[in-house]
């Protein structure tokens, strides 16, 4: 059998002794690449250390809406739930509206009462003024016929004062006869009994006028008491508005689209005016509030753009803008300030309050008020105080 060339002791020998330079040169290019990358990974750390602030106190923050009830009473009916989400106009809370809904219609019949006295008094104002008219016309026709008829009854007196004076002369000549005389006399006397008639009728004319004068200002006083019924009206469509407002605020309802946080009452309590009942928030107005370091002020101005990471999720990342700083450091809003007068001071560098809008804005729900979060910004100073 052909049998191939063997190696020789000495090569053998030299085989892995050539191997050893090979590892340990790639032994070192290893090291010195994991260096570089280590080395490198440094500087950027170390540059974004002195190029960025980070805020880790910040959390995400919105407007907790406290609804209280405006008046007291039983709590009759509490169908939701914290945690609920809401359509604007949903039943939150009904209060027992029982006795607010008896006062609302008792002042609703007081006003129709009013409405039906008006009317009363306009048809009797009406009835007045018609009345009233025809007496006037009446009485002016009775005043000038009467008018009429006494020149006439004054003109017949003196023509039988005439023919009785004419009478009695013939009498005392012989000429007349007394029964002429006696007639003569009669009519006289009845001339003068239809001149008082006359002058009476013109009174009694007069009367009548003065009757139906009377009459119109009866109209004056039906006017006046019409015109006293509408303060009387407004005060109770006063009393009976604020009535209406008392039973429409025993139904709390939903102000927007939100979430219900939190519920202080169950059904059957008996709450008070001003009591809080229930904590909602708009998901859909979400914003994160930060303190930031006094020291690091200058790199958040209004308009600044930042980005904001929140630890439920870790590997989203928000982008933002710094919406507005607080004018005053927390301390400042402390229920028990120490201004230290003693003369014992320690410096402590003071946060103050900012507040970040999120562009664009997270779906609703997404983050929720509380969540921590973390605020990043380039340590870009901007010269020139706040506008």
């Given at each position: 059998?052909?049998?191939?060339?063997?190696?020789?002791?000495?090569?053998?020998?030299?085989?892995?002794?050539?191997?050893?330079?090979?590892?340990?040169?790639?032994?070192?290019?290893?090291?010195?690449?994991?260096?570089?990358?280590?080395?490198?990974?440094?500087?950027?750390?170390?540059?974004?250390?002195?190029?960025?602030?980070?805020?880790?106190?910040a959390r995400v923050a919105s407007d907790m809406i406290m609804l209280a009830s405006r008046v007291p009473g039983w709590v009759q009916r509490l169908?939701?739930?914290?945690?609920?989400?809401?359509?604007?106009?949903?039943?939150?809370?009904?209060?027992?509206?029982?006795?607010?809904?008896?006062?609302?219609?008792?002042?609703?019949?007081?006003?129709?009462?009013?409405?039906?006295?008006?009317?009363?008094?306009?048809?009797?104002?009406?009835?007045?003024?018609?009345?009233?008219?025809?007496?006037?016309?009446?009485?002016?026709?009775?005043?000038?016929?009467?008018?009429?008829?006494?020149?006439?009854?004054?003109?017949?007196?003196?023509?039988?004062?005439?023919?009785?004076?004419?009478?009695?002369?013939?009498?005392?000549?012989?000429?007349?006869?007394?029964?002429?005389?006696?007639?003569?006399?009669?009519?006289?006397?009845?001339?003068?009994?239809?001149?008082?008639?006359?002058?009476?009728?013109?009174?009694?004319?007069?009367?009548?006028?003065?009757?139906?004068?009377?009459?119109?200002?009866?109209?004056?006083?039906?006017?006046?008491?019409?015109?006293?019924?509408?303060?009387?009206?407004?005060?109770?469509?006063?009393?009976?508005?604020?009535?209406?407002?008392?039973?429409?605020?025993?139904?709390?309802?939903?102000?927007?689209?939100?979430?219900?946080?939190?519920?202080?009452?169950?059904?059957?309590?008996?709450?008070?005016?001003?009591?809080?009942?229930?904590?909602?928030?708009?998901?859909?107005?979400?914003?994160?509030?930060?303190?930031?370091?006094?020291?690091?002020?200058?790199?958040?101005?209004?308009?600044?753009?930042?980005?904001?990471?929140?630890?439920?999720?870790?590997?989203?990342?928000?982008?933002?803008?710094?919406?507005?700083?607080?004018?005053?450091?927390?301390?400042?809003?402390?229920?028990?300030?120490?201004?230290?007068?003693?003369?014992?001071?320690?410096?402590?560098?003071?946060?103050?309050?900012?507040?970040?809008?999120?562009?664009?804005?997270?779906?609703?729900?997404?983050?929720?008020?509380?969540?921590?979060?973390?605020?990043?910004?380039?340590?870009?100073?901007?010269?020139?105080?706040?506008?």
């Amino acid at each position: 059998m052909d049998v191939g060339p063997s190696k020789s002791p000495t090569q053998e020998t030299a085989d892995p002794v050539r191997r050893k330079p090979l590892r340990r040169y790639a032994r070192l290019i290893g090291l010195a690449l994991v260096a570089a990358l280590g080395l490198g990974l440094t500087l950027r750390w170390v540059h974004w250390q002195f190029t960025h602030v980070v805020l880790d106190d910040a959390r995400v923050a919105s407007d907790m809406i406290m609804l209280a009830s405006r008046v007291p009473g039983w709590v009759q009916r509490l169908p939701v739930t914290a945690g609920d989400n809401l359509r604007e106009g949903e039943l939150l809370v009904q209060i027992d509206p029982r006795e607010a809904s008896l006062a609302v219609q008792e002042l609703e019949a007081r006003i129709a009462g009013i409405a039906a006295r008006r009317a009363e008094l306009q048809a009797r104002l009406t009835m007045v003024d018609r009345q009233s008219a025809s007496q006037h016309q009446a009485a002016i026709a009775r005043l000038d016929q009467a008018r009429a008829t006494l020149p006439a009854a004054e003109a017949d007196r003196l023509f039988a004062t005439s023919e009785l004076a004419r009478a009695e002369g013939l009498i005392a000549s012989g000429a007349g006869t007394r029964q002429r005389f006696e007639q003569l006399r009669a009519g006289l006397d009845s001339a003068r009994q239809r001149v008082i008639g006359a002058a009476a009728e013109i009174r009694n004319a007069e009367a009548l006028m003065a009757a139906a004068q009377a009459a119109r200002e009866e109209m004056e006083v039906i006017t006046r008491q019409l015109e006293a019924l509408a303060p009387q009206e407004r005060e109770l469509t006063a009393s009976r508005d604020r009535a209406a407002l008392d039973l429409a605020d025993r139904t709390i309802r939903m102000p927007f689209d939100g979430v219900v946080d939190r519920i202080f009452v169950d059904p059957g309590e008996y709450v008070l005016a001003g009591q809080r009942i229930i904590l909602v928030h708009n998901p859909a107005q979400i914003r994160v509030e930060a303190n930031v370091k006094e020291t690091d002020i200058r790199f958040f101005r209004p308009g600044t753009p930042v980005r904001v990471t929140v630890d439920a999720w870790p590997d989203r990342v928000f982008d933002g803008v710094v919406d507005r700083v607080i004018e005053a450091a927390t301390s400042e809003f402390a229920l028990l300030p120490s201004p230290n007068p003693s003369g014992n001071f320690t410096k402590i560098t003071q946060r103050l309050p900012l507040r970040v809008q999120l562009r664009p804005p997270p779906p609703p729900g997404l983050l929720r008020p509380g969540m921590m979060v973390r605020v990043e910004a380039e340590a870009r100073d901007t010269s020139g105080p706040d506008r």
